[in-house]
């Protein structure tokens, strides 16, 4: 977990040096993306609040993704974190938004979505938002730490 509080922790300053604000609409990771960057001191500074969206009533409610995106693509897709990412950035009021979706085992994989597969959305304040998805490999706290440093990876390298 040291790599992950030295990616927040940069990324922390970077937030701050550009007077940015941040924000998550999580599910696989359980909010875990969030924990990473409070644990970062002065992080009240950048970060104001996240969302824990695990089920889809969560997602539809906290974060506004759509009942069709839902039901015909799965919390695991593109239009999904899409909408998670676009709902918390302006539900949050953030200059950036962190959406995370994804299988992380050991179970509830399938073919087309096996299990690793993680989809990711940033969702910038230009009102632009970029998509990816990923297929990590190794256990249930593996993906969902590779998940993490992959998130804040992805906005430190965009900012610097």
Wanted: glycine fraction near 8%; proline fraction near 2%; include cysteine.
């Amino acid at each position: 977990m040291d790599h992950l509080y030295s990616l927040a922790k940069q990324l922390g300053d970077v937030l701050a040096d550009a007077q940015l604000t941040i924000t998550t609409a999580e599910s696989c990771t359980g909010g875990g993306i969030a924990y990473c960057l409070t644990d970062v001191a002065g992080s009240s500074q950048w970060f104001h609040q996240a969302f824990v969206t695990y089920s889809n009533d969560a997602k539809q409610r906290l974060v506004k993704v759509p009942d069709m995106a839902l039901e015909q693509y799965g919390a695991v897709s593109e239009p999904v974190v899409m909408a998670m990412a676009e709902g918390a950035r302006e539900r949050a009021n953030a200059d950036v938004a962190i959406a995370v979706s994804g299988v992380a085992g050991p179970s509830g994989g399938s073919e087309e979505k096996p299990v690793g597969t993680v989809w990711f959305a940033w969702a910038w304040r230009e009102d632009e938002t970029e998509t990816e998805v990923c297929h990590f490999d190794g256990h249930r706290r593996q993906v969902r730490e590779q998940t993490i440093a992959h998130a804040l990876g992805h906005v430190l390298n965009r900012l610097q």
